[in-house]
């Protein structure tokens, strides 16, 4: 699987952003899909998470971006969409799509449910 995201950029507080992840390859098989951010000096964290196996539907968000962060999935397009509303500088971080092909009992939102990463998408909040 093969992960490419896009749609990163530098914004004002408040405004909104649609990151993009195409995703090729195997895609049928993944078990699930996520959104993981790094902000400057600090750990790589969940945001947003689906389920994208057999009837696929449930959606994990991190306490800190329910309300604002939305995931969704094109699957016409294979691609895994995040839109982000209300940005406030802290959200600024490297944002990364990744797909897993067996979470091994991890939560949807750790890095370690996961297989492949794609190389990531900067956003800068001012």
């Known amino acids: 699987v093969q992960l490419v995201e896009s749609g990163g950029g530098s914004v004002q507080a408040g405004g909104s952003l649609r990151l993009s992840c195409a995703a090729s390859?195997?895609?049928?098989?993944?078990?699930?899909m996520g959104w993981f951010r790094q902000p400057p000096g600090k750990e790589r964290e969940g945001v947003a998470a689906?389920?994208?196996?057999?009837?696929?539907?449930?959606?994990y968000y991190d306490d800190s971006v329910k309300g604002r962060f939305s995931i969704s999935l094109d699957s016409a397009k294979n691609t895994l969409i995040l839109q982000i509303n209300t940005l406030r500088p802290e959200d600024t971080a490297m944002y990364y799509c990744?797909?897993?092909?067996?979470?091994?009992?991890?939560?949807?939102?750790?890095?370690?449910?996961?297989?492949?990463w794609g190389q990531g998408t900067q956003v800068t909040v001012s």
């Open positions: 990744a797909a897993s092909l067996n979470p091994r009992g991890a939560s949807y939102l750790s890095d370690q449910a996961y297989d492949y």
């Open positions: 390859g195997y895609t049928y098989s993944t078990y699930c």
């Open positions: 689906m389920y994208t196996g057999f009837g696929g539907g449930n959606i």
